[in-house]
């Protein structure tokens, strides 16, 4: 089995930062995605950003420039510095894995991220 254990989450003034981790621990492929999906209330989940085993990224539009996902592979640990944010980042961020080349998802339990203005 996979478990995901996030920490990081919290409240912060608009145009502060905050870094989010992910500890991920089983049965592990080296073939994976690991990033932060988000949920505001009333919305559906949302990618931020991801990045594969074999380095490439992606992020939401909304958070280019601002939000950085990093992995320590050696560690099985994704982390997402989330710079100069802004009160529409508010949501639960959610880890996600997706484990080996058929991309089975593995879900964190969901850290809370607050932004006042």
């Known amino acids: 089995q996979v478990q995901l254990v996030e920490s990081g989450g919290g409240l912060v003034q608009a145009g502060g930062s905050l870094r989010l981790s992910c500890a991920a621990s089983g049965s592990i492929f080296s073939i994976n995605a690991m990033g932060w999906y988000r949920q505001a209330p009333g919305k559906q989940r949302e990618l931020v950003a991801i990045?594969?085993?074999?380095?490439?990224?992606n992020y939401a539009d909304s958070v280019k420039g601002r939000f950085t996902i990093s992995r320590n592979d050696r560690e099985n640990t994704v982390y997402l510095q989330m710079n100069s944010l802004k009160p529409e980042d508010t949501a639960v961020y959610y880890c996600?894995?997706?484990?080996?080349?058929?991309?089975?998802?593995?879900w964190g339990q969901g850290t809370q991220v607050t932004v006042s203005s």
């Open positions: 996600n894995l997706k484990n080996g080349f058929r991309g089975r998802d593995y």
């Open positions: 990045k594969t085993s074999d380095g490439r990224t």
